[in-house]
């Protein structure tokens, strides 16, 4: 796609990002994002890139790299949530978000990226399978209370 362009997350795209979140999942957490992106520290900042279609934040991707949470060590990349405007879908931004985000952690020192998919969410999925992920060694545990 032309006229693309990816660059670091910041503070002020809260606005886009409740927007694209809402188009995606159909209900507004303006109030969830203003946290997150409130506590967003330096080196998240670094970890998370919007796409720009002629000045106008149409993507995002949120990453971190590991500081030994979950006794996981700091080779341990993360990607936390992406998201793309239904109309700006299928046209390789989220390829590009990811790329950028995965040459980052890279650069970071991170040899392997995590990332948590509902089982039923099947466009994610099919991205991630698309970008070269597979089943990873963790498990996933829960329980209701
Ligand atoms: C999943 C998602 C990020 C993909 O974004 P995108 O920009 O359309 O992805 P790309 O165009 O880069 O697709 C790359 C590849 O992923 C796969 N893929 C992406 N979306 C797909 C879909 N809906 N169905 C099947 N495969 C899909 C394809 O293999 C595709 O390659 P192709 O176009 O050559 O077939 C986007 O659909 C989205 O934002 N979904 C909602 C995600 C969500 O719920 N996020 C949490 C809240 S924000």
């Known amino acids: 796609m032309d006229k693309v362009r990816i660059r670091n997350l910041k503070k002020e795209d ?18 969830y994002w203003e946290r997150k992106l409130e506590t967003m520290d330096a080196r998240a900042s670094q970890t998370s890139f919007v796409a720009e279609v002629e000045g106008r934040v149409v993507g995002f991707i949120l990453g971190d790299v590991s500081g030994w949470e979950f006794g996981v060590p700091d080779t ?54 698309a970008m070269g992920f597979a089943r990873g060694d963790m498990i996933n545990l829960e329980l209701k209370i």
Do not use: C, H, M
């Open 14 to 31: 809260l606005n886009a990002i409740v927007e694209i979140d809402q188009k995606v999942l159909g209900q507004s957490r303006r109030e």
């Open 76 to 129: 341990i990349g993360w990607i936390d949530t992406i998201g793309v405007e239904p109309d700006y879908q299928k046209k390789g931004l989220a390829t590009a978000l990811a790329r950028e985000l995965i040459k980052n952690l890279k650069s970071l020192g991170v040899k392997t990226i995590y990332t948590l998919v509902r089982w039923d969410d099947w466009d994610l999925l099919q991205f991630f399978r």
